[in-house]
């Protein structure tokens, strides 16, 4: 039964994020106080505080999950 579940929670997880997009990219700096990471290669990301930001430091792979219009995080990954 658990295994159903998971793999039902997996399928509309992929489901939902199917329509955003995706930034990734190593983390140049990460503001804490206005929730704002900036890339390496200069692109800046505001996240909103509804969503959950891991502990971030300069030099950490990320993936920045946006909405389908490209103009909100939805989620923050740490990529390894």
């Known amino acids: 039964m658990k295994s ?12 939902g994020t199917a329509f955003g997009s995706s930034s990734d990219g190593v983390i140049a700096s990460y503001n804490h106080d206005v929730r704002v990471i900036t890339l390496e290669d200069g692109r800046s990301f505001t996240v909103p505080r509804d969503v959950a930001v891991p502990a971030l430091q300069a030099g950490e792979k990320v993936s920045i999950q946006l909405n389908g219009e490209g103009d909100r995080v939805t989620a923050v990954l740490k990529s390894y």
Do not use: V
Request: overall charge neutral; hydrophobic content about 85%; aromatic content about 8%.
């Open 4 to 15: 159903i579940l998971l793999i039902a929670a997996s399928i509309a997880f992929t489901a």
